[in-house]
Protein backbone atom coordinates (compact mmCIF):
# COMPACT_ATOMS: atom_id res chain seq x y z
CA UNK A 1 0.00 0.00 0.00
CA UNK A 2 1.20 3.15 -0.93
CA UNK A 3 1.23 6.20 1.57
CA UNK A 4 1.59 9.64 0.57
CA UNK A 5 4.60 11.85 2.27
CA UNK A 6 1.89 13.72 3.04
CA UNK A 7 0.67 11.97 5.95
CA UNK A 8 4.49 11.91 7.07
CA UNK A 9 4.34 15.44 7.14
CA UNK A 10 1.22 15.36 9.52
CA UNK A 11 2.38 13.07 11.75
CA UNK A 12 5.77 14.85 11.83
CA UNK A 13 4.21 18.40 12.42
CA UNK A 14 1.82 16.64 15.19
CA UNK A 15 4.88 15.52 17.28
CA UNK A 16 6.49 18.57 16.95
CA UNK A 17 3.99 20.42 18.28
CA UNK A 18 3.15 17.60 20.93
CA UNK A 19 7.00 18.65 21.97
CA UNK A 20 6.57 22.09 22.08
CA UNK A 21 3.41 21.85 24.48
CA UNK A 22 4.92 19.53 27.10
CA UNK A 23 7.69 21.44 27.44
CA UNK A 24 5.91 24.53 27.32
CA UNK A 25 3.74 22.51 30.58
CA UNK A 26 0.58 25.08 30.39
CA UNK A 27 -1.49 22.52 28.76
CA UNK A 28 -1.91 18.97 31.15
CA UNK A 29 -0.12 16.18 29.21
CA UNK A 30 -3.09 14.19 28.98
CA UNK A 31 -4.81 16.99 26.59
CA UNK A 32 -2.01 17.58 24.90
CA UNK A 33 -1.90 14.05 23.95
CA UNK A 34 -5.47 13.85 23.06
CA UNK A 35 -5.30 16.74 20.91
CA UNK A 36 -2.29 14.66 18.79
CA UNK A 37 -4.51 11.90 18.36
CA UNK A 38 -7.69 14.11 17.37
CA UNK A 39 -5.75 15.93 14.82
CA UNK A 40 -4.55 11.98 13.23
CA UNK A 41 -8.15 11.32 13.23
CA UNK A 42 -9.19 14.35 11.46
CA UNK A 43 -6.48 14.07 8.65
CA UNK A 44 -7.67 10.59 8.16
CA UNK A 45 -4.09 8.75 9.65
CA UNK A 46 -5.54 7.36 12.36
CA UNK A 47 -8.96 5.46 11.67
CA UNK A 48 -11.92 6.62 13.60
CA UNK A 49 -12.58 3.41 14.53
CA UNK A 50 -9.22 2.50 16.22
CA UNK A 51 -8.45 6.17 17.68
CA UNK A 52 -9.36 4.66 21.42
CA UNK A 53 -8.01 1.13 21.12
CA UNK A 54 -5.02 2.54 22.93
CA UNK A 55 -7.68 2.16 26.07
CA UNK A 56 -7.97 -1.65 25.59
CA UNK A 57 -3.70 -1.87 25.43
CA UNK A 58 -2.40 -4.60 27.46
CA UNK A 59 0.30 -1.62 28.88
CA UNK A 60 -2.25 0.48 29.83
CA UNK A 61 -4.49 -2.24 31.86
CA UNK A 62 -0.96 -3.31 33.49
CA UNK A 63 -0.49 0.12 34.26
CA UNK A 64 -4.10 0.67 36.30
CA UNK A 65 -3.82 -2.51 38.42
CA UNK A 66 -0.11 -1.56 39.32
CA UNK A 67 -1.39 1.50 40.60
CA UNK A 68 -4.27 -0.40 42.58
CA UNK A 69 -1.85 -2.85 43.71
CA UNK A 70 0.62 0.11 45.03
CA UNK A 71 -2.47 1.57 47.19
CA UNK A 72 -3.28 -1.68 48.86
CA UNK A 73 0.22 -1.69 49.68
CA UNK A 74 -0.12 1.20 51.75
CA UNK A 75 -3.30 0.59 53.12
CA UNK A 76 -2.44 -2.58 53.96
CA UNK A 77 0.06 -1.41 57.15
CA UNK A 78 3.17 -2.31 55.28
CA UNK A 79 4.59 1.00 54.27
CA UNK A 80 3.52 2.08 57.96
CA UNK A 81 5.61 -0.49 59.46
CA UNK A 82 8.42 0.59 57.15
CA UNK A 83 8.08 4.00 58.14
CA UNK A 84 8.23 3.45 61.90
CA UNK A 85 11.72 1.72 61.49
CA UNK A 86 13.34 4.15 59.30
CA UNK A 87 12.53 6.55 62.06
CA UNK A 88 15.06 4.89 64.56
CA UNK A 89 17.83 5.13 62.01
CA UNK A 90 19.72 7.53 64.10
CA UNK A 91 20.67 11.14 62.81
CA UNK A 92 23.57 10.95 60.11
CA UNK A 93 22.52 12.26 56.81
CA UNK A 94 24.14 9.67 54.52
CA UNK A 95 22.89 6.64 56.16
CA UNK A 96 19.37 8.79 56.18
CA UNK A 97 19.79 9.23 52.50
CA UNK A 98 21.21 5.87 51.69
CA UNK A 99 18.54 3.63 53.81
CA UNK A 100 15.41 5.84 52.64
CA UNK A 101 17.20 5.88 48.61
CA UNK A 102 17.09 2.00 49.27
CA UNK A 103 13.85 1.60 50.35
CA UNK A 104 12.18 3.87 47.86
CA UNK A 105 14.08 1.97 44.97
CA UNK A 106 12.81 -1.53 46.14
CA UNK A 107 9.41 -0.18 46.65
CA UNK A 108 9.39 1.56 42.94
CA UNK A 109 10.49 -2.07 41.71
CA UNK A 110 7.15 -3.60 42.33
CA UNK A 111 4.59 -0.26 42.68
CA UNK A 112 4.14 3.06 40.66
CA UNK A 113 7.67 5.00 41.39
CA UNK A 114 5.20 8.25 42.70
CA UNK A 115 3.18 6.13 44.76
CA UNK A 116 6.14 4.70 46.50
CA UNK A 117 7.82 8.20 46.82
CA UNK A 118 5.11 9.77 47.97
CA UNK A 119 4.17 7.09 50.56
CA UNK A 120 7.87 8.09 52.00
CA UNK A 121 8.11 11.47 51.85
CA UNK A 122 6.37 12.12 54.81
CA UNK A 123 8.90 9.75 56.79
CA UNK A 124 11.87 11.57 54.99
CA UNK A 125 10.37 15.47 55.75
CA UNK A 126 9.98 14.19 59.34
CA UNK A 127 13.40 12.58 59.56
CA UNK A 128 14.95 15.59 58.17
CA UNK A 129 13.37 17.95 60.45
CA UNK A 130 13.95 15.68 63.47
CA UNK A 131 17.48 15.23 62.55
CA UNK A 132 17.81 19.29 61.83
CA UNK A 133 18.55 18.42 58.07
CA UNK A 134 17.40 20.97 55.21
CA UNK A 135 14.78 18.45 53.65
CA UNK A 136 16.23 19.35 50.36
CA UNK A 137 19.25 17.57 51.16
CA UNK A 138 16.95 14.49 51.20
CA UNK A 139 13.98 14.75 48.78
CA UNK A 140 15.38 15.15 45.67
CA UNK A 141 17.50 11.17 46.35
CA UNK A 142 15.14 9.88 47.41
CA UNK A 143 13.14 11.28 43.62
CA UNK A 144 15.68 9.87 42.10
CA UNK A 145 15.90 6.57 43.65
CA UNK A 146 12.06 5.89 42.96
CA UNK A 147 13.16 6.43 38.82
CA UNK A 148 16.14 4.14 39.02
CA UNK A 149 14.43 0.77 41.41
CA UNK A 150 11.71 0.93 38.67
CA UNK A 151 13.58 0.07 36.09
CA UNK A 152 14.66 -3.11 37.63
CA UNK A 153 11.19 -4.85 36.33
CA UNK A 154 8.88 -5.59 33.95
CA UNK A 155 6.48 -3.39 36.40
CA UNK A 156 8.14 -0.98 38.34
CA UNK A 157 7.46 1.44 35.60
CA UNK A 158 5.22 2.65 32.45
CA UNK A 159 8.12 2.53 30.13
CA UNK A 160 9.16 -1.00 31.08
CA UNK A 161 5.54 -2.37 30.55
CA UNK A 162 5.68 -0.69 26.98
CA UNK A 163 8.57 -1.86 25.64
CA UNK A 164 7.85 -5.21 26.84
CA UNK A 165 4.53 -5.09 24.33
CA UNK A 166 6.87 -3.64 21.75
CA UNK A 167 8.68 -6.84 22.05
CA UNK A 168 5.46 -9.20 21.69
CA UNK A 169 4.41 -7.33 18.63
CA UNK A 170 7.70 -7.29 16.91
CA UNK A 171 9.60 -11.09 17.90
CA UNK A 172 6.34 -12.68 19.40
CA UNK A 173 7.34 -12.39 22.82
CA UNK A 174 7.03 -10.34 25.97
CA UNK A 175 10.12 -9.39 27.98
CA UNK A 176 9.24 -11.13 31.37
CA UNK A 177 9.28 -9.68 34.79
CA UNK A 178 12.52 -10.01 35.36
CA UNK A 179 14.15 -9.56 32.04
CA UNK A 180 14.70 -5.66 32.99
CA UNK A 181 16.62 -7.04 36.36
CA UNK A 182 20.32 -7.99 35.26
CA UNK A 183 20.57 -4.32 33.74
CA UNK A 184 18.22 -2.17 35.85
CA UNK A 185 19.80 -3.92 39.42
CA UNK A 186 23.61 -2.68 38.77
CA UNK A 187 22.13 0.22 37.14
CA UNK A 188 19.92 1.42 40.19
CA UNK A 189 22.91 0.42 42.99
CA UNK A 190 25.27 2.42 41.23
CA UNK A 191 22.97 5.69 41.28
CA UNK A 192 21.72 5.09 45.00
CA UNK A 193 25.55 4.66 45.73
CA UNK A 194 26.12 7.87 43.77
CA UNK A 195 23.70 10.31 45.24
CA UNK A 196 23.98 8.88 48.87
CA UNK A 197 27.62 9.39 49.09
CA UNK A 198 28.12 12.25 46.69
CA UNK A 199 24.88 13.63 44.70
CA UNK A 200 23.23 15.20 48.02
CA UNK A 201 26.16 17.26 48.03
CA UNK A 202 26.09 18.77 44.98
CA UNK A 203 22.18 20.28 45.80
CA UNK A 204 21.49 23.51 47.34
CA UNK A 205 20.42 24.02 50.68
CA UNK A 206 16.93 25.16 50.28
CA UNK A 207 14.55 26.15 52.20
CA UNK A 208 11.08 24.36 51.94
CA UNK A 209 7.67 26.22 50.96
CA UNK A 210 4.55 25.42 52.67
CA UNK A 211 2.42 22.04 51.37
CA UNK A 212 -1.80 21.93 51.42
CA UNK A 213 -1.64 20.43 54.10
CA UNK A 214 0.27 23.43 55.70
CA UNK A 215 -1.78 25.84 54.97
CA UNK A 216 -3.97 25.51 58.15
CA UNK A 217 -1.18 25.07 60.86
CA UNK A 218 -2.69 22.62 62.86
CA UNK A 219 -1.14 22.45 66.21
CA UNK A 220 -1.48 19.30 68.44
CA UNK A 221 -4.24 17.49 68.73
CA UNK A 222 -6.31 16.87 72.45
CA UNK A 223 -7.49 13.59 72.34
CA UNK A 224 -8.38 10.46 74.75
CA UNK A 225 -7.27 6.82 74.89
CA UNK A 226 -8.77 4.26 77.24
CA UNK A 227 -6.91 1.34 78.07
CA UNK A 228 -9.02 -2.05 77.93
CA UNK A 229 -7.87 -5.48 78.58
CA UNK A 230 -5.01 -6.41 76.50
CA UNK A 231 -3.19 -3.15 76.26
CA UNK A 232 0.58 -3.24 76.72
CA UNK A 233 0.18 -0.16 79.23
CA UNK A 234 -1.52 -1.87 81.87
CA UNK A 235 0.34 -2.44 84.92
CA UNK A 236 2.95 0.11 83.30
CA UNK A 237 3.93 3.97 84.80
CA UNK A 238 3.70 6.88 83.48
CA UNK A 239 7.67 6.48 82.98
CA UNK A 240 7.22 3.26 81.31
CA UNK A 241 4.76 4.27 78.69
CA UNK A 242 7.61 6.40 76.27
CA UNK A 243 9.66 3.33 76.53
CA UNK A 244 6.80 1.73 74.31
CA UNK A 245 6.56 3.86 71.44
CA UNK A 246 8.88 6.62 69.77
CA UNK A 247 6.15 8.68 69.19
CA UNK A 248 5.86 12.15 70.38
CA UNK A 249 3.79 13.24 72.75
CA UNK A 250 2.45 14.72 76.27
CA UNK A 251 0.09 13.16 78.52
CA UNK A 252 -1.95 16.10 79.98
CA UNK A 253 -3.98 13.98 82.51
CA UNK A 254 -5.32 10.72 83.69
CA UNK A 255 -9.25 9.95 84.25
CA UNK A 256 -10.28 7.19 86.78
CA UNK A 257 -13.36 6.23 87.73
CA UNK A 258 -14.74 9.71 86.84
CA UNK A 259 -12.41 11.98 88.49
CA UNK A 260 -9.30 13.51 86.51
CA UNK A 261 -5.95 13.28 87.93
CA UNK A 262 -3.85 16.13 86.64
CA UNK A 263 -0.23 15.80 85.63
CA UNK A 264 0.47 12.33 87.23
CA UNK A 265 3.53 11.55 88.41
CA UNK A 266 6.36 9.24 86.50
CA UNK A 267 5.70 6.29 88.88
CA UNK A 268 1.45 6.69 88.61
CA UNK A 269 0.60 3.18 87.74
CA UNK A 270 -2.10 2.52 84.54
CA UNK A 271 -5.14 0.20 85.81
CA UNK A 272 -7.90 -1.30 83.39
CA UNK A 273 -10.29 1.56 81.52
CA UNK A 274 -7.85 4.56 82.92
CA UNK A 275 -8.26 7.31 79.85
CA UNK A 276 -4.78 8.96 79.34
CA UNK A 277 -5.80 12.24 78.08
CA UNK A 278 -2.83 12.84 75.41
CA UNK A 279 -1.54 15.86 73.48
CA UNK A 280 0.30 15.09 69.92
CA UNK A 281 -0.07 15.46 66.32
CA UNK A 282 -1.85 12.99 64.40
CA UNK A 283 1.18 10.92 63.04
CA UNK A 284 2.12 10.55 67.02
CA UNK A 285 -1.43 9.70 67.59
CA UNK A 286 -1.50 6.92 64.76
CA UNK A 287 2.20 5.69 66.16
CA UNK A 288 1.06 5.62 69.73
CA UNK A 289 -1.79 3.71 69.12
CA UNK A 290 -0.29 1.30 67.13
CA UNK A 291 2.77 0.53 69.41
CA UNK A 292 0.42 0.28 73.01
CA UNK A 293 -2.80 -0.92 71.57
CA UNK A 294 -4.74 2.30 73.08
CA UNK A 295 -8.17 3.10 71.85
CA UNK A 296 -9.51 6.34 71.17
CA UNK A 297 -12.35 6.89 73.83
CA UNK A 298 -14.45 8.37 71.10
CA UNK A 299 -13.80 5.11 69.12
CA UNK A 300 -17.08 3.60 69.11
CA UNK A 301 -18.31 0.83 67.65
CA UNK A 302 -21.81 1.63 65.26
CA UNK A 303 -25.02 -0.62 65.58
CA UNK A 304 -23.99 -3.59 62.82
CA UNK A 305 -27.48 -3.40 61.69
CA UNK A 306 -26.89 -0.24 60.53
CA UNK A 307 -26.33 0.76 56.24
CA UNK A 308 -22.45 1.09 55.72
CA UNK A 309 -21.67 0.15 59.08
CA UNK A 310 -18.81 -1.59 57.57
CA UNK A 311 -17.20 0.92 55.52
CA UNK A 312 -16.10 3.94 58.55
CA UNK A 313 -14.00 6.53 57.72
CA UNK A 314 -11.74 9.23 59.83
CA UNK A 315 -11.04 12.59 58.58
CA UNK A 316 -10.19 15.77 59.66
CA UNK A 317 -12.37 18.95 59.29
CA UNK A 318 -12.00 22.45 60.54
CA UNK A 319 -14.43 24.49 62.13
CA UNK A 320 -15.41 27.91 59.80
CA UNK A 321 -16.54 31.17 61.09
CA UNK A 322 -20.18 30.47 59.89
CA UNK A 323 -20.51 26.92 61.43
CA UNK A 324 -23.58 26.20 63.80
CA UNK A 325 -21.31 24.17 66.39
CA UNK A 326 -19.54 26.98 67.20
CA UNK A 327 -20.06 27.69 70.86
CA UNK A 328 -21.25 24.06 71.63
CA UNK A 329 -19.92 21.24 73.00
CA UNK A 330 -20.03 17.45 70.90
CA UNK A 331 -22.31 16.45 74.64
CA UNK A 332 -24.44 19.50 73.95
CA UNK A 333 -24.90 18.68 70.16
CA UNK A 334 -25.24 14.59 70.49
CA UNK A 335 -23.17 14.37 67.64
CA UNK A 336 -23.49 10.76 67.85
CA UNK A 337 -26.89 10.12 67.90
CA UNK A 338 -28.33 13.00 66.31
CA UNK A 339 -25.56 13.03 63.56
CA UNK A 340 -24.02 9.94 63.49
CA UNK A 341 -20.17 10.82 64.51
CA UNK A 342 -18.05 10.10 66.74
CA UNK A 343 -15.33 12.88 67.86
CA UNK A 344 -11.87 11.62 68.15
CA UNK A 345 -9.66 14.46 68.53
CA UNK A 346 -9.68 18.23 68.96
CA UNK A 347 -7.01 20.60 67.96
CA UNK A 348 -6.90 24.25 68.73
CA UNK A 349 -4.14 27.00 67.70
CA UNK A 350 -1.93 28.50 70.50
CA UNK A 351 -4.35 27.46 73.16
CA UNK A 352 -4.30 24.99 75.95
CA UNK A 353 -7.44 22.66 75.97
CA UNK A 354 -8.58 21.82 79.78
CA UNK A 355 -11.60 20.12 79.26
CA UNK A 356 -12.39 16.37 78.84
CA UNK A 357 -13.15 15.95 74.71
CA UNK A 358 -16.54 15.81 74.85
CA UNK A 359 -17.63 18.93 76.87
CA UNK A 360 -15.30 21.10 74.76
CA UNK A 361 -16.79 24.56 73.56
CA UNK A 362 -15.83 24.62 69.82
CA UNK A 363 -14.25 27.92 68.07
CA UNK A 364 -13.68 28.86 64.85
CA UNK A 365 -10.24 27.40 63.62
CA UNK A 366 -10.51 24.67 65.90
CA UNK A 367 -9.63 20.96 63.84
CA UNK A 368 -11.66 18.34 64.69
CA UNK A 369 -11.05 14.22 63.99
CA UNK A 370 -14.27 12.62 63.29
CA UNK A 371 -15.50 9.50 63.16
CA UNK A 372 -18.37 8.51 60.90
CA UNK A 373 -19.71 5.90 57.90
CA UNK A 374 -17.87 6.28 54.90
CA UNK A 375 -21.46 7.70 52.86
CA UNK A 376 -22.28 10.00 54.72
CA UNK A 377 -19.75 12.12 57.21
CA UNK A 378 -18.53 14.58 54.21
CA UNK A 379 -22.34 15.76 54.20
CA UNK A 380 -22.36 15.37 57.67
CA UNK A 381 -19.22 17.66 58.21
CA UNK A 382 -20.32 19.99 55.34
CA UNK A 383 -23.69 20.78 57.24
CA UNK A 384 -22.34 21.05 60.42
CA UNK A 385 -20.15 24.38 59.11
CA UNK A 386 -16.69 22.44 58.66
CA UNK A 387 -14.22 22.03 55.62
CA UNK A 388 -13.01 18.76 55.27
CA UNK A 389 -9.24 18.33 55.00
CA UNK A 390 -9.58 15.10 53.25
CA UNK A 391 -5.75 15.57 51.58
CA UNK A 392 -3.89 14.44 54.92
CA UNK A 393 -5.43 10.85 54.35
CA UNK A 394 -5.88 9.72 58.14
CA UNK A 395 -6.44 6.23 58.37
CA UNK A 396 -6.24 5.41 62.44
CA UNK A 397 -7.30 2.03 63.94
CA UNK A 398 -7.07 0.90 60.26
CA UNK A 399 -7.12 -3.04 60.07
CA UNK A 400 -3.50 -3.82 58.92
CA UNK A 401 -3.45 -6.85 56.61
CA UNK A 402 0.05 -7.09 55.26
CA UNK A 403 0.59 -11.17 54.89
CA UNK A 404 -2.77 -11.26 52.83
CA UNK A 405 -1.55 -8.19 50.78
CA UNK A 406 1.89 -9.35 50.00
CA UNK A 407 0.39 -13.12 49.63
CA UNK A 408 -2.18 -11.71 46.98
CA UNK A 409 0.54 -9.55 45.03
CA UNK A 410 3.09 -12.48 45.21
CA UNK A 411 0.51 -14.93 44.28
CA UNK A 412 0.35 -12.67 41.01
CA UNK A 413 4.03 -12.45 40.50
CA UNK A 414 4.43 -16.41 40.20
CA UNK A 415 1.55 -16.54 37.69
CA UNK A 416 3.54 -13.96 35.44
CA UNK A 417 6.87 -15.54 35.62
CA UNK A 418 5.55 -18.94 35.29
CA UNK A 419 3.61 -17.86 32.15
CA UNK A 420 0.20 -18.96 33.49
CA UNK A 421 -0.99 -15.39 33.16
CA UNK A 422 0.05 -12.22 31.03
CA UNK A 423 0.98 -9.81 33.45
CA UNK A 424 -2.12 -7.93 32.37
CA UNK A 425 -5.04 -10.48 33.45
CA UNK A 426 -2.58 -11.54 36.64
CA UNK A 427 -2.35 -8.16 38.11
CA UNK A 428 -6.12 -7.10 37.38
CA UNK A 429 -7.25 -10.20 38.69
CA UNK A 430 -4.73 -9.13 41.71
CA UNK A 431 -6.34 -5.80 42.32
CA UNK A 432 -9.73 -7.00 42.04
CA UNK A 433 -8.48 -10.21 44.83
CA UNK A 434 -7.16 -7.38 47.46
CA UNK A 435 -10.23 -5.17 46.66
CA UNK A 436 -12.58 -8.05 47.49
CA UNK A 437 -10.16 -9.35 50.56
CA UNK A 438 -11.37 -6.04 51.95
CA UNK A 439 -7.34 -4.78 51.88
CA UNK A 440 -8.11 -1.75 49.80
CA UNK A 441 -11.98 -0.02 50.04
CA UNK A 442 -13.67 -0.23 46.89
CA UNK A 443 -13.92 3.70 46.94
CA UNK A 444 -10.54 3.62 46.79
CA UNK A 445 -9.77 1.67 43.47
CA UNK A 446 -10.51 4.52 41.05
CA UNK A 447 -9.19 7.32 43.16
CA UNK A 448 -5.66 5.23 43.28
CA UNK A 449 -5.61 5.05 39.31
CA UNK A 450 -3.49 8.25 38.15
CA UNK A 451 -5.87 8.72 35.65
CA UNK A 452 -4.27 11.80 33.69
CA UNK A 453 -1.10 8.90 32.90
CA UNK A 454 -3.79 6.32 31.76
CA UNK A 455 -5.09 8.97 28.95
CA UNK A 456 -2.21 10.33 27.77
CA UNK A 457 -0.62 6.50 27.49
CA UNK A 458 -3.86 5.41 25.85
CA UNK A 459 -3.79 8.81 23.06
CA UNK A 460 -0.01 8.27 22.38
CA UNK A 461 -0.05 4.74 21.51
CA UNK A 462 -2.05 5.02 18.45
CA UNK A 463 0.00 8.43 17.81
CA UNK A 464 3.24 6.97 17.90
CA UNK A 465 1.51 3.45 16.09
CA UNK A 466 1.16 6.02 12.91
CA UNK A 467 4.37 7.42 13.08
CA UNK A 468 5.75 3.72 12.39
CA UNK A 469 3.06 3.10 9.85
CA UNK A 470 3.43 6.21 7.51
CA UNK A 471 7.05 5.43 7.36
CA UNK A 472 8.32 8.26 10.28
CA UNK A 473 10.02 5.67 12.12
CA UNK A 474 11.43 4.07 8.92
CA UNK A 475 12.95 7.93 7.92
CA UNK A 476 14.14 8.58 11.49
CA UNK A 477 16.04 5.72 11.75
CA UNK A 478 17.46 5.74 8.05
CA UNK A 479 18.98 8.82 9.41
CA UNK A 480 20.57 7.04 12.85
CA UNK A 481 21.63 4.20 10.44
CA UNK A 482 24.04 6.43 8.09
CA UNK A 483 25.59 7.28 10.98
CA UNK A 484 26.06 3.63 11.49
CA UNK A 485 28.32 3.40 8.64
CA UNK A 486 31.08 4.73 10.23
CA UNK A 487 30.03 4.24 13.71
CA UNK A 488 30.71 0.84 16.31
CA UNK A 489 27.65 -0.85 17.72
CA UNK A 490 28.37 0.39 21.21
CA UNK A 491 28.02 3.85 19.69
CA UNK A 492 24.45 3.17 18.21
CA UNK A 493 23.37 1.93 21.29
CA UNK A 494 24.91 4.87 22.97
CA UNK A 495 22.87 7.45 20.47
CA UNK A 496 19.70 5.65 21.26
CA UNK A 497 20.12 6.06 25.01
CA UNK A 498 21.02 9.60 25.02
CA UNK A 499 18.10 10.73 22.46
CA UNK A 500 15.55 8.84 24.87
CA UNK A 501 17.09 10.38 27.86
CA UNK A 502 16.72 13.81 26.50
CA UNK A 503 12.98 13.11 25.17
CA UNK A 504 12.73 11.85 28.79
CA UNK A 505 13.53 15.41 30.45
CA UNK A 506 10.72 17.49 28.90
CA UNK A 507 8.04 14.95 28.07
CA UNK A 508 6.56 11.79 29.58
CA UNK A 509 8.39 9.18 29.47
CA UNK A 510 6.01 6.96 28.45
CA UNK A 511 5.39 9.28 25.58
CA UNK A 512 8.75 9.35 25.14
CA UNK A 513 8.67 5.21 24.74
CA UNK A 514 6.11 5.00 22.81
CA UNK A 515 8.18 7.31 20.59
CA UNK A 516 11.34 5.70 20.81
CA UNK A 517 10.39 2.40 20.40
CA UNK A 518 9.67 1.99 16.83
CA UNK A 519 12.94 3.85 15.76
CA UNK A 520 14.86 1.65 18.15
CA UNK A 521 13.37 -1.31 16.52
CA UNK A 522 14.09 0.38 12.92
CA UNK A 523 17.46 0.57 13.76
CA UNK A 524 18.37 -2.65 15.16
CA UNK A 525 16.89 -4.16 11.91
CA UNK A 526 18.68 -2.02 9.67
CA UNK A 527 21.73 -2.64 11.41
CA UNK A 528 21.45 -6.44 11.30
CA UNK A 529 21.54 -6.33 15.22
CA UNK A 530 18.83 -7.95 17.59
CA UNK A 531 15.94 -5.54 18.74
CA UNK A 532 16.29 -6.62 21.95
CA UNK A 533 19.34 -4.41 23.64
CA UNK A 534 17.77 -1.53 21.41
CA UNK A 535 14.47 -1.68 23.10
CA UNK A 536 16.46 -1.93 27.24
CA UNK A 537 18.48 0.85 25.86
CA UNK A 538 15.06 2.87 25.07
CA UNK A 539 13.82 1.29 28.49
CA UNK A 540 16.36 2.68 30.51
CA UNK A 541 16.75 5.86 28.87
CA UNK A 542 12.71 6.56 29.58
CA UNK A 543 13.43 5.83 32.95
CA UNK A 544 16.48 8.89 33.67
CA UNK A 545 14.26 11.75 33.64
CA UNK A 546 16.63 13.69 35.94
CA UNK A 547 17.53 17.06 34.56
CA UNK A 548 14.14 19.04 35.01
CA UNK A 549 11.39 18.87 37.71
CA UNK A 550 8.85 18.21 34.62
CA UNK A 551 10.30 15.03 32.80
CA UNK A 552 8.71 12.78 35.75
CA UNK A 553 5.90 13.23 38.36
CA UNK A 554 8.44 12.14 41.14
CA UNK A 555 10.65 14.98 40.49
CA UNK A 556 7.67 17.47 39.89
CA UNK A 557 5.84 16.24 43.74
CA UNK A 558 9.43 17.15 45.65
CA UNK A 559 10.29 20.24 44.32
CA UNK A 560 7.62 22.11 46.39
CA UNK A 561 8.73 20.47 50.03
CA UNK A 562 12.13 20.77 49.06
CA UNK A 563 11.87 24.51 47.66
CA UNK A 564 14.06 23.32 45.04
CA UNK A 565 14.44 25.87 41.44
CA UNK A 566 14.22 24.71 37.93
CA UNK A 567 17.97 23.88 37.71
CA UNK A 568 18.82 22.56 40.77
CA UNK A 569 17.74 19.39 39.36
CA UNK A 570 20.48 19.08 36.70
CA UNK A 571 23.27 19.65 39.32
CA UNK A 572 22.88 16.05 40.26
CA UNK A 573 21.08 14.84 37.57
CA UNK A 574 23.84 15.32 35.14
CA UNK A 575 26.39 13.62 36.26
CA UNK A 576 24.00 10.77 37.18
CA UNK A 577 22.91 10.56 33.52
CA UNK A 578 26.72 10.62 32.86
CA UNK A 579 27.23 7.40 34.96
CA UNK A 580 24.17 5.70 33.89
CA UNK A 581 25.26 6.18 29.96
CA UNK A 582 28.98 4.66 31.19
CA UNK A 583 27.43 1.89 33.19
CA UNK A 584 24.49 1.01 31.58
CA UNK A 585 25.88 0.76 27.30
CA UNK A 586 28.17 -2.22 28.58
CA UNK A 587 25.70 -3.86 30.69
CA UNK A 588 23.19 -3.60 28.02
CA UNK A 589 25.82 -5.53 25.86
CA UNK A 590 26.47 -7.90 28.09
CA UNK A 591 23.24 -8.84 29.32
CA UNK A 592 21.30 -8.81 25.54
CA UNK A 593 24.19 -9.96 23.08
CA UNK A 594 23.97 -7.63 19.74
Given at each position: ?????????????????????????????????????????????????????????????????????????????????????????????????????????????????????????????????????????????????????????????????????????????????????????????????????????????????????????????????????????????????????????????????????????????????????????????????????????????????????????????????????????????????????????????????????????????????????????????????????????????????????????????????????????????????????????????????????????????????????????????????????????????????????????????????????????????????????????????????????????????????????????????LPLEVIIVAIGTPMIMIAWPL
Amino acid sequence: MYLWPMDQSVVFATLFLVLILFAWGRIRHDAVALLALFILVVAGITPAEKAFEGFAHPAVITVAAVLVIGKALEYSGLIDLLGKWVMKIGKGLLLQILTLSAIVAVASAFMNNVGALAIMMPVAIALARKSGHPPSYILMPIAFASLLGGMTTLIGTPPNIIIATFRADEAGEAFGMFDFTPVGVVLALTGILFISFLGWRLIPKRAASKSAGDLFDIDEYITELKISRDDKVKGKTVADLQELTNAEFQLLGLVRDGKRIHAPGPEETFKLNDILIIETDAEGLKSLMDDTGLKLVGDKKFRKDAEGSKQIKITEAIVMADSSIIGRSAAALRMRSRYGINLLAVARKEQKIRRRLDHIIFRTGDVLLLQGREHMIDEVVTNLGCLPLAQRGLRLGYERRIPMALGIFLASIILVVSGLLPVQIAFAMAALTLVISGVLPLKTVYQSIDWPVIVLLAAMIPVGTALETTGGAALIAGQILRAGEILPAWAMLTIILVVTMFLSDVINNAATVVLMAPIAISVANGLGYSIDPFLMAVAVGGSCAFLTPIGHQSNTLVMGPGGYKFTDYWRMGLPLEVIIVAIGTPMIMIAWPL
